[in-house]
């Protein structure tokens, strides 16, 4: 059997990176390596919980250079970012609309752009900032890809790493900002109880759609998804 | 050259627990540990357009955690140098050899041969994973590692498990 996943892999795959496929095979029929991980898995959620960890989140935020910039949300995905303009009509929420009030039953799974008004928005104007906020009905990992009006599927968030990422407590935490780019677009949050890869999760929703268009009702095994459409124009 | 709020908070939520028990594997303390995480946080927010473009940005944050944790051990030698490790919280026996092999490291390598000593024999990588994590070449570190080697047994500053494997 290969040698067992170093400290740097393990950190690598608690916080939602791609190990090189061998040291996948590896961690899949390792016992000792399965175990380390759920280990460090419980270790880190335990730091997060530390009021430590807040305090120097609160010491970081407040520092002038944060805030000062905003970056496109799919930096990753440059297709969506050179699309021409959609001049469509808009689509909106597709999966979990709104109640009358705009607001959300706790606990349902829920993905969002919100504008200025701290409403959720379905449709914006390129150089309009937004914030992505996610609620992952209890789920503990989460993922967004994004669909282009070409079907392409491509990564939203997390913003680094190849896998989910840890999920947001709450019904609707905002876990980025960005900077409207040309090109309408759908979001699809996956939700679930284990990391999903990108590669696996891309392929999977690109198999799911129907005419390059999330469907009205997604269903994919063992993942609760939400979905938001934001129309863009010029 | 900023950061979105939202970004930042991301990123921490994402790599900062990982962050915090790497550097306090190396500085023994939690506060210090703390500290260490915040100063890796602050150089990422500063360079947070290169970050980006990292295509593994595990081994840029293991990198810059493991210059800012030494830094700290070594402002920390001349703030108090009587301090002992066993005064620190965690006194397992690996942590405190390792702290203690540091300190050795820190007062007799330079600042390269420290990084390439800590990874090697307190973080246990292979010497791909050191090249990858200090952005060096695997046949610098190759050649690195052997008088490396020598230098910390001269010393008296090889780990108990390394000497057994002579």
Redesign the interface.
């Known amino acids: 059997m290969a040698?067992h996943l170093?400290?740097?892999e393990l950190?690598?795959a608690?916080?939602?990176?791609t190990l090189a496929p061998d040291r996948t095979a590896h961690l899949g029929e390792c016992g000792d390596c399965k175990q380390k991980l759920e280990r460090?898995r419980s270790?880190?959620?335990a730091?997060?919980s530390r009021p430590?960890?807040s305090?120097?989140?609160a010491?970081?935020?407040s520092?002038p250079?944060?805030?000062?910039?905003?970056?496109p949300l799919w930096?990753r995905a440059p297709v969506l970012m050179t699309a021409a303009l959609a001049a469509a009509a808009a689509l909106v929420m597709i999966i979990n609309p709104p109640t009358a009030d705009d607001s959300r039953l706790k606990g349902s799974a829920n993905v969002e752009l919100i504008g200025e008004t701290s409403h959720a928005v379905k449709s914006a104007k390129v150089g309009e900032r937004l914030?992505?906020a996610l609620g992952a009905a209890g789920k503990p990992y989460a993922m967004v890809l994004g669909v282009d009006e070409h079907g392409a599927v491509d990564a939203v968030?997390?913003?680094?790493?190849q896998r989910s990422?840890?999920a947001?407590k709450g019904a609707r935490t905002?876990?980025?900002?960005?900077e409207v780019t040309e090109g309408s677009l759908t979001l699809v949050a996956l939700y679930s109880d284990q990391p999903l890869e990108l590669g696996e999760a891309s392929k999977t929703l690109a198999g799911a759609l129907k005419d390059g268009k999330v469907p009205a009702t997604l269903e994919l095994p063992g993942i609760v998804t939400a979905t938001a459409h934001l129309e863009v124009s010029k | 050259m900023g950061i979105p709020r939202q970004e930042l908070e991301a990123l921490y939520r994402q790599y900062a627990p990982v962050l915090f028990r790497r550097a306090r594997r190396l500085v023994g303390r939690d506060a210090e540990a703390w500290d260490v995480v915040q100063q890796v946080f602050e150089r990422l927010m500063t360079t947070s357009e290169a970050f980006r473009r990292e295509a593994s940005p595990m081994t840029w944050l293991w990198r810059i955690t493991t210059n800012v944790a030494l830094n700290q051990l070594r402002s920390r030698s001349l703030r108090e140098p009587d301090g002992k490790v066993a005064d620190e919280a965690e006194t397992t026996d690996d942590g405190v050899e390792a702290r203690n092999l540091i300190s050795v490291w820190l007062k007799q390598l330079d600042e390269r041969e420290a990084s390439v000593a800590t990874l090697l024999y307190v973080d246990g990588l292979t010497q791909e994973e050191v090249a990858d994590v200090l952005g060096l070449s695997r046949k610098t570190i190759g050649r690195e590692v052997e008088q490396l080697r020598q230098k910390a047994a001269a010393l008296g500053a090889l780990p108990k498990k390394e000497l057994a494997h002579g």
């Open positions: 040698d170093s400290a740097l950190d690598i608690v916080s939602g990176g460090e270790a880190a959620d730091v997060r430590e960890f305090a120097t989140l010491r970081l935020s520092q250079s944060v805030g000062a910039k905003v970056i930096r914030q992505l968030w997390p913003l680094s790493g990422g840890p947001p905002v876990v980025s900002g960005f």
